[in-house]
């Protein structure tokens, strides 16, 4: 498959996120804005050390994992719902989504979703859409007043990363 040649842009990408169900639970996120972030990837998810000795770089080391993080941000049109739903309750798992399973297995302690980011591609030609698939986000919310009000979710991701 060739490179794509398309610049792609916010008007392009969608975000969905998923429980760790057998069938999982999952929302299309509504009213994003084209800012999802992800940070601190790299060829390893490892720290990088440098062993000196009387300042001479004896050799350079993988050492302790390190965990990429996320962030996106929507406009807000309600906070929560028990029988729809809304992303705040997705991500909080409650009302209509207090019993999603976390993706770390139903007894886990720390309750992580999965997160998808979809970036259309055969509209532009490419052979395929393009996504980046994290596994095992753990989330936080935060909510903003304003013109619009706006929740950002902020994560790390404990899983894989991975890009097509």
Partial sequence: MAASTV????NDGSVTVEDGTGSPVSLSVPFTVGDVSIDGL???QNEVTAYETRGSLN????????????SFSAQLADYSDGTDGTLVDFCLFQASYSANVSTLGANADVKTIKLTLTVEGTDHGDSADHTIVMDDVYVTVAVAEGDPNTVTISG??????VMT
């Fill in 7 to 10: 610049i792609k842009n916010l």
């Fill in 42 to 44: 790299g060829p390893q």
């Fill in 59 to 70: 050799t350079v080391r993988h050492t302790t994992r390190t965990y990429p993080t996320v």
């Fill in 156 to 161: 790390t991701i404990y899983g894989s990363v």
